[in-house]
């Protein structure tokens, strides 16, 4: 039995992992997180599951004067959602989505640039990807992460989250092979409800979950 809330990201990603037991050592799987509350969550979970670690970068599409209400989502590599009803209710046109992604995408890249400096993308080909997050709410942009994945060519897409509404849930084992989440609690609210301490995490912090992962390659 779960118990909610969870203390801090600690905490959570270490009973992610423990849903997760069944893909330890599995050869050639990839832990990605999704920067920046998820890396810290996808970094115990990648030692735990004695996987390599990296990050894709995802991008919410803000509603015009309401920057937390999604519209949408981008990703690295080029995949993009769209919630077509609420672009259709808000009256939104292409050249205003693509204003909003186009400012989104400079984001991503520079995000790009501080997380890696010149490391390149991992290969995704024919692996089995986790994608983490420290939790979702509507799950607009994991859709868009799932998607940049396939577009990759993985083998199997795998979303790992500590808590989640139901419904969003369902909708995202539309999209990806399987999704595992600790709690589904009922109403939802926002994500840093779930958590007892849920401080914002920097740039700083992303960066040196990933030099520490990457100075040390997982065993096999």
């Known amino acids: 039995m779960t118990s909610l809330p969870f203390q801090d990201r600690l905490e959570a990603a270490r009973a992610l992992a423990h849903r997760l037991s069944a893909y330890r050592g599995r050869e050639g799987m990839i832990v990605l997180g999704l920067p920046r509350g998820g890396v810290p969550v996808a970094a115990e979970v990648a030692r735990s599951l004695g996987a390599a670690l990296d990050v894709l970068i995802v991008r919410k599409l803000g509603a015009p004067g309401q920057p937390e209400l999604a519209v949408g989502a981008i990703a690295s590599g080029g995949a993009r959602v769209l919630n077509d009803e ?9 050249a205003t989505i693509t204003a909003i992604a186009d400012r989104e995408s400079e984001e991503l890249a520079r995000r790009e640039r501080c ?4 490391r390149p993308p991992p290969r995704l080909q024919g692996r089995c990807v986790l994608l983490v997050d420290d939790g979702l709410a509507t799950g607009a942009t994991m ?9 990759s060519g993985s083998a199997r897409v795998v979303v790992a989250v500590p808590v989640a509404p139901p419904d969003t849930v369902e909708r995202l084992r539309q999209e990806a092979d399987e999704v595992v989440c600790v709690a589904t609690p009922e109403p939802f609210g926002a994500v840093g409800s779930w958590y007892r301490r849920f401080p914002q995490v920097s740039d700083d912090g992303v960066i040196a979950d990933l030099q520490a992962a990457w100075a040390e390659p997982p065993a096999g």
């Open 86 to 94: 609420l672009v259709r209710m808000l009256g939104l046109s292409s």
């Open 115 to 118: 997380y890696r400096a010149d």
């Open 143 to 151: 859709c868009a992460a799932v998607r940049a994945v396939r577009q």
